[in-house]
């Protein structure tokens, strides 16, 4: 079995699909039909929006990606779909965000998705920042959510900018850092403000359809609107013929986290640490920044958010519409 792998490997340049298993008790779920394992070193760039290469997919086949999370009771709806759906998606989460809610990450980490980063603080500035503020925001974000998982083998080498604004200096860095930078194929834009569920499933729908019937697709696991299109969306794929693939990194990584997490305990080596981001002798490790800040309590990191929390609230009010329907029962826990 080793042999055949190595020759998978060499044939898809780092990239080994593995078909996955089906959906028990649930035989109309639309599943995950595969993996593809990613690998920095021979996929760097991830999006067709941004780049010249994406992720090698068949006809038909869709990788779901969600941003800017955890973000409760909205996270932990979207894994409650997913998992009736045994559907397995790729996660950029915020450091803050993992700050404040560690025990969605390691909810979101046990379920079998894969945990990427997306900044500590989500600035909409890295077109702009010199590389200190860089490195700041990247390694940081890093440790986050790595203390977050308890577990530093845990997190996957993969980091979307946010806002999507990249520039040389920032990919020149992460490549540095053995990081493959994420865009995306395809965006639903169910961060904007008003919209509706039916709205965000049909704006996926047609983009997928547009790009060869393919692709990776931008989601935000911090919005009702999509809590509640992610179960329509997915239905609509399956009726449409289309298999969900997940992204995965290389290396070996713990089967799960503990549920309950010390922080200190978690960074009891203290940082910065050194933490390979794959399985192959010779690979560049990530160097993680320091963390000045590991202890500060939950109730301040709240306080941070309470503009984020705001905006969602004020988005769940709107978007309460007929088209949404007994949908808005989801969110009773």
């Not at 969600?66 to 759906?85: C, M, Q, V």
């Not at 404040?100 to 390691?106: D, G, L, S």
């Not at 909409?124 to 200190?132: R, S, V």
């Not at 939950?298 to 705001?310: K, L, M």
Request: one cysteine or more.
């Amino acid at each position: 079995m080793r042999v055949i792998a190595i020759v998978l490997c060499c044939l898809f340049g780092g990239l080994v699909p593995a078909m996955a298993g089906s959906c028990p008790g649930n035989p109309n779920a639309i599943g995950t039909s595969r993996t593809i394992t990613v690998d920095p070193a021979t996929l760097p760039q991830i999006g067709s929006m941004q780049y010249r290469t994406t992720l090698p997919l068949n006809d038909h086949e869709v990788v779901i990606t969600f941003d800017d999370g955890p973000l409760p009771p909205y996270t932990y709806n979207i894994l409650d779909t997913l998992a009736a759906e045994c559907v397995k998606v790729t996660y950029f989460l915020v450091g803050r965000q993992a700050n404040a809610y560690p025990e969605a990450v390691r909810r979101i980490y046990n379920a079998g998705h894969s945990v990427g980063t997306h900044s500590q603080n989500h600035p909409l500035t890295f077109n702009q920042m010199a590389l200190p503020r860089i490195d700041s925001e990247v390694g940081t974000g890093i440790a986050s959510v790595q203390t977050a998982l308890g577990d530093p083998r845990a997190i996957a080498p993969f980091f979307r900018i946010p806002g999507l604004l990249h520039t040389s200096q920032v990919e020149n860095y992460l490549a540095a850092h053995s990081l493959a930078v994420w865009s995306a194929d395809e965006v639903a834009d169910d961060w904007h403000r008003g919209i509706g569920p039916q709205q965000i499933v049909r704006k996926a729908i047609s983009r997928i359809e547009a790009k060869n019937h393919r692709g990776v697709l931008l989601l935000h696991d911090i919005h009702p609107a999509t809590a509640m299109a992610l179960p329509i969306l997915l239905r609509e794929l399956k009726a449409k013929g289309y298999r969900i693939v997940q992204a995965v990194p290389a290396g070996e990584r713990p089967k799960s986290v503990p549920e309950n997490v010390d922080p200190a305990m978690a960074n009891a080596s203290g940082w910065p640490r050194m933490v390979m981001t794959g399985g192959h002798k010779g690979q560049r490790p990530v160097r993680v920044a320091a963390v000045h800040h590991r202890h500060v309590a939950a109730h301040r990191v709240r306080e941070r958010n309470a503009d984020i929390t705001a905006s969602i609230a004020t988005k769940k009010t709107k978007t309460k519409t007929a088209e949404s329907g007994a949908g808005w029962m989801l969110f009773r826990r």
